[in-house]
């Protein structure tokens, strides 16, 4: 296991112990990502605007 996996997945269940605590679900986490992915855009370049929503949507499907 590489060491970037064992933080990635202990970030993981630290953010699922979160939420549980306080009755939010990662449904919720991941509707609220897209919708701010889907509104990126503060004057910046449509190629910076296009990779940051790829990058939020990749981080999202590993969620």
Known sequence: MTLSFLFSSQLQQRV???LNLRGGSVK???H???EYAENIGDGKS???KESEQKR???LLENF
Do not use: G, S
């Open 16 to 18: 699922h112990q979160i």
């Open 28 to 30: 919720v986490v991941r």
């Open 32 to 34: 609220i990502m897209r």
């Open 46 to 48: 449509e190629e910076f």
């Open 56 to 58: 939020i949507m990749d």
